[in-house]
């Protein structure tokens, strides 16, 4: 063996000596990297082969070598059986054929087929993203067409090798797509189910399942959740009895929560309920039948109505033109314009509690905060208030 004291003959020594070990080794035992054949207990035995051939000092190169992969090899022990298989596989490509410097095209067929033939565990995304494969593959893919453009002699399994490779990504990426696919699929279903139920949305998701189910205006996309739970105090206060003589401005007491006293002190809106519902406000559709998104219900005009307006507030009102029409009226409006936003462009927007889930359902020009909120002010005007 004249040829031994060569740097690559040695090496090429050593990937023969190897693939005859994994060629003789029984399926159930391959490791699929010949670097780690010492973790599967034939440690021995191969160094006694290796020493035959091969001189001490690139012998124990060639164990440091070893010693590194089975390091390597430990860290990953977290890994599943047959994702640290995969992972194996994926370095082997690395040092092997990317890294190496005279990679063979016989070292990247075997590797490549052991990938194939990979079967403990059907290939997944989280597989590909923990061991990187589908990344490597593709490197090994340009290496070996830079090596079948450079190499001396006419070498054709390079053309397998590259072949090989490129199947595999596409039977990955198809794998992957499934499982997004199917993922997807599931993420819908779960959506729809938790859409479905009554009270707050428990996600963003569920959220905008919702408000598209009900075919409501996205003005904002992904919706911004309405928010928490809103408690009302069960105790009502007296209906404000001082006025601006001259703004018409209102001045409303705290409840059992004083600390919403700083903020009554900004609150002063100029107009009553009564005075907003008689100025045609919404064109006649603020108490129109609505399914709402916050809270999943389906709301009646006439409980509505029962629950939040004063029967003195409407006497004499038309109220399926006044107030439950639903198709806006702008001859009922006191300026005989149409305006505001819909139902979805409040909801989307995170503006509407579901203690008062029809505010803003068809919104006027905001000048005044009864004008924005109507069913809200209508309560808060009869004494209700909020205990956060």
Known sequence: M?????????????????????????TGLHSFSTNNLHCIGIRSHRSAL???????????????????????????????ASTQSYATLSKSLMDDIVDATEPTSER????????????????????????????????????CKRHKRT?????????????????????????????????????VKSNVAAAQKPGL???TSAYKTRLVTQKKEMYKDPPALPPAHITIESKLVKEPKKRNKTTGELTFVAGENKDIAKVLKDFHPNRTPEEVLRAGSFGGTY???????????????????????????IDGL??????????????????????????????????????DPTDGSNGTVASTLEDVVPTMHDRYHAGARVLD
Not at 325 to 348: A, R
Request: net charge positive.
């Open 2 to 26: 004249v040829f031994i004291g060569h740097h690559y003959s040695i090496h090429m020594i050593f990937y023969r000596l190897q693939r005859l070990l994994f060629l003789l080794l029984p």
């Open 50 to 80: 290796l020493h035959s051939f091969i001189p001490s000092s690139s012998f124990h190169h060639y164990h440091r070598l070893s010693l590194h992969c089975f390091s390597s090899a430990s860290a990953s022990t977290t890994m599943s």
């Open 108 to 143: 990247a067929i075997d590797i490549l087929s052991a990938l194939s033939k990979e079967q403990q565990q059907p290939i997944t995304i989280e597989i590909l993203e923990s061991t990187k494969l589908g990344k490597v593959l593709v490197k090994v893919v340009k290496t």
């Open 151 to 187: 190499s001396s002699t006419t070498d054709n399994q390079w053309d397998e090798a590259i072949s090989t490779a490129e199947k595999l990504l596409v039977e990955y990426k198809a794998a992957a797509d499934a499982e997004a696919k199917a993922a997807s699929k599931k993420k």
């Open 201 to 203: 949305p428990s996600s």
């Open 287 to 313: 108490f129109r039948p609505i399914s709402s998104a916050v809270t999943n219900v389906h709301y009646n005009p006439t409980a509505v109505l029962k629950d939040t307006v004063q029967s003195s507030w």
């Open 318 to 355: 038309n109220k399926s033109t006044m107030l439950s029409s639903t198709k806006y009226n702008t001859s009922i409006n006191k300026y005989k314009v149409k305006c505001g936003g819909s139902l979805g462009m409040w909801e989307s927007s995170g503006w509407i509690a579901d203690s």
